[in-house]
T-cell receptor, first 112, second 114 residues
Framework: QKEVEQDPGPLSVPEGAIVSLNCTYS??????FMWYRQYSRKGPELLMY????GNKEDGRFTAQVDKSSKYISLFIRDSQPSDSATYLC????????????FGDGTTLTVKP | DAGVTQSPTHLIKTRGQQVTLRCSPK?????VSWYQQALGQGPQFIFQ???????QRGNFPDRFSGHQFPNYSSELNVNALLLGDSALYLC?????????????FGQGTRLTVV
């Protein structure tokens, strides 16, 4: 079983919808939780990260971490066609984010 | 700021050959990590270099090796290529002394083994 499991999708929503992307994990040592966006044939782009449990908001994006349930989420409000991409969750036991464990990604399509 | 740059962008090799991929980290970063991303999967950690030494290694065979130079740039070498080595190879750079868990990725090198 993988350390990080991500809802596989794919996900297709109309423009303006609220999107929820989710990951679960099994390693209690994970302290840092990241969300990356990856466009086709490109490298992952860091969207945001959180430390330990709690919420973090950045514009239309909100990241939530529930360490007691080993569950993290990324919410996208007012989704736009430009949000269409694969979203990867990643986790690290330390600030050494260069050594992270990734989920397999959820592909999101936002239709105009 | 040029960000993380990787070369080449695409590569086709024959089974059994050897390949070298290159990475220049983001300005101010001193740590380079390499990942393999197979189609439809998330990136898998290969290894990490800091101060010109391999510091961490994932579950990859010894056919995968690397190097870091004094200017922090790095190379990934893969020997005796297998068809299963076909993937997007990603380089991520970060700053060892940072308090934030930030790593920045290059655009990747797409390796096809035929």
């Amino acid at each position: 079983q993988k350390e990080v499991e991500q809802d596989p999708g794919p996900l297709s929503v109309p423009e303006g919808a609220i999107v929820s992307l989710n990951c679960t994990y099994s390693n209690s040592a994970f302290q840092y939780f990241m969300w990356y966006r990856q466009y086709s044939r490109k490298g992952p782009e860091l969207l945001m990260y959180t430390y330990s449990s709690g919420n973090k908001e950045d514009g239309r994006f909100t990241a939530q971490v529930d360490k007691s349930s080993k569950y993290i989420s990324l919410f996208i409000r007012d989704s736009q066609p430009s949000d269409s991409a694969t979203y990867l969750c990643a986790m690290s036991a330390s600030t050494n984010a260069g050594k992270s464990t990734f989920g397999d990604g959820t592909t999101l399509t936002v239709k105009p | 700021d040029a960000g993380v740059t990787q070369s080449p962008t695409h590569l086709i090799k024959t089974r059994g050959q050897q390949v070298t991929l290159r990475c220049s980290p983001k300005s101010g970063h001193d740590t380079v990590s390499w990942y393999q991303q197979a189609l439809g999967q998330g990136p898998q950690f290969i290894f990490q270099y800091y101060e010109e030494e391999e510091r961490q290694r994932g579950n990859f065979p010894d056919r995968f090796s690397g190097h870091q130079f004094p200017n922090y740039s790095s190379e990934l070498n893969v020997n005796a290529l297998l068809l299963g080595d076909s993937a997007l190879y990603l380089c991520a750079s970060s700053f060892k002394g940072g308090r934030m868990a930030e790593a920045f990725f290059g655009q990747g090198t797409r390796l096809t083994v035929v």
